[in-house]
């Protein structure tokens, strides 16, 4: 198995890597004001799929401190519900006889 999982990351690899390469014609990318930049086309593509994966992990930050607080919220729940003061707050009934 974990020899297919490197054959498998090699072959992403290796696909990757030409993907890279069949892009290396420059490419002109314009801003507002006249500016512009100029680069490989795989270097855009890169610089964009990072700042996209970059701009979700922000995203996701209000979601999971969010989940981290509920989270807080229900072991300190059921900490209250199974502690001692629980325990002995709830009357023992007496067996029923048949």
Partial sequence: MRIALW???FAVF???LGFAIKNTEPAQ???FFGTAWNAPLIMLLLAFFVAGVVIGM???VGVLFGLKRENGQLRRQIARSTGPAADAAAPVMPPREL
């Fill in 7 to 9: 054959l498998f990351r």
């Fill in 14 to 16: 290796i696909l990757l």
């Fill in 29 to 31: 990318l314009k801003f």
């Fill in 58 to 60: 922000v995203a996701l």
